[in-house]
């Protein structure tokens, strides 16, 4: 019996070469390999051979969303993940670094607590009504966060003075005015092509270093593709999801041109557009008084508030040509606040103030007052 059950067990596999001579003891065959242990290993073999096919042939594919290390894709990633200084540079006037928070300073013989972002706003409010005559000094020791997100303990001004040149002359590019939603999710492959982790990164610090392993790693056979899709967002709000390196790249480089469009003599309308109605603004130190405050509105209306007076205008923008700031004219105000009609010139702009100057000689400063 157990003779004839090896037989037709060959017969039917006969590629596994199992040797007919001397199995006639059904013993023997079990000190062996039974035929259902034969069977199962078989299967297996079988299920993970096919697996591993699909594997190999689904990464073919996709071959092209491969994060290559040292890639112009990953490095520009990089730029947009990078701690970027120019957030508090009324603090250091460093971009290539930030001070962690809380730090204290003293600012015209008064002590004051920097604790959050708004706080820095609202310091470079009280350092424009100063204009020249600011004496700031920090109260040591303070942490530096470089843009690689590395801190340094500075222990004086010298040492501070030391690491602003240092840093100076190596800054790394930023890409500033866009940012990645989070989070973000990677597929880990081995030289097999096989999947070895899934990876979700939640912050811009865990991003950049975990591109930084990419890059430090290129010779260990791992390979990095994004689990698409992920999203983009402008720092006017818009939104944009990419579904492919491809179109990722393409976004990042669009994103670039939108930077330094809005960034040089603010000679993009359409971007000063999306940034004044984002939030309200507030007249900080100009020829109008202080504390007026504006909301831009996508229908043409424009509201302002202050001491007392309300009122509704008209506002509109034109661009000027490639080398033409913007100019916003505003119109159909009454009474005293007539002094904000006319046409009005961007001559500056940032992620916090808008500074324009009207045909007369008259300037308006406008802070961000986005709560």
């Not at 007026?292 to 043409?300: G, P, S, T, Y």
């Not at 916090?352 to 308006?364: A, D, K, P, V, Y």
Request: glycine share 4%; hydrophobic share 40%; charged share 20%.
């Amino acid at each position: 019996m157990a003779s004839t059950k090896i037989i037709e067990f060959r017969a039917e596999f006969p590629f596994l070469h199992i040797p007919l001579q001397g199995l006639s003891n059904w013993k023997y065959l079990k000190t062996r390999c039974s035929f259902k242990s034969v069977l199962i290993l078989f299967l297996l073999a079988l299920v993970v051979f096919s697996c591993q096919s699909e594997v190999v042939e689904e990464t073919l594919q996709d071959q092209e969303d491969v994060l290559m290390p040292n890639s112009e894709l990953l490095n520009k990633m990089r730029s947009i993940v990078l701690n970027d200084g120019t957030r508090d540079d009324v603090l250091d006037n460093a971009s290539c670094f930030s001070i962690a928070l809380p730090v204290t300073i003293m600012f015209n013989a008064s002590t004051i607590i920097i604790e959050s972002s708004e706080d820095v706003m609202g310091l470079e409010v009280l350092f424009s009504e100063f204009e020249d005559d600011i004496d700031v000094e920090f109260v040591f020791p303070i942490t530096i966060i470089l843009n690689n997100y590395e801190d340094i303990v500075i222990e004086n001004q010298q040492q501070l003075d030391v690491a602003i040149d240092d840093c100076l002359d190596n800054q790394d590019e930023i890409i500033d005015c866009i940012d990645f939603s989070y989070p973000i999710s990677f597929l880990v492959y081995n030289s097999n092509f096989q999947v070895e982790d899934n990876v979700d990164v939640y912050s811009d610090e865990e991003l950049y270093i975990f591109l930084e392993n990419i890059n430090e790693n290129y010779d260990s056979g791992v390979l990095v593709v994004i689990d698409f899709s992920l999203s983009l967002v402008y720092t006017n709000g818009a939104v944009v999801e990419v579904v492919n390196n491809e179109a990722l790249e393409t976004e990042i480089y669009a994103a670039q041109n939108f930077c330094d469009d809005s960034e040089t003599n603010c000679l993009n309308e359409e971007a000063i557009v999306e940034h004044l109605l984002e939030c309200y603004w507030m007249t900080s130190s100009a020829s109008v008084n202080e504390g007026f405050v504006f909301n831009f509105q996508d229908d043409q209306n424009v509201l302002v508030e202050g001491e007392g007076l309300y009122g509704v205008g008209i506002w509109m923008t034109y661009g000027n040509g490639d080398n033409e700031p913007t100019t916003v004219e505003i119109s159909q105000f009454e009474g005293n606040l007539q002094i904000f009609n006319g046409t009005w010139t961007v001559v500056e702009c940032s992620d916090t103030q808008m500074i324009f100057t009207l045909e007369n000689g008259s300037e308006m400063i406008l802070e961000r007052e986005c709560e």
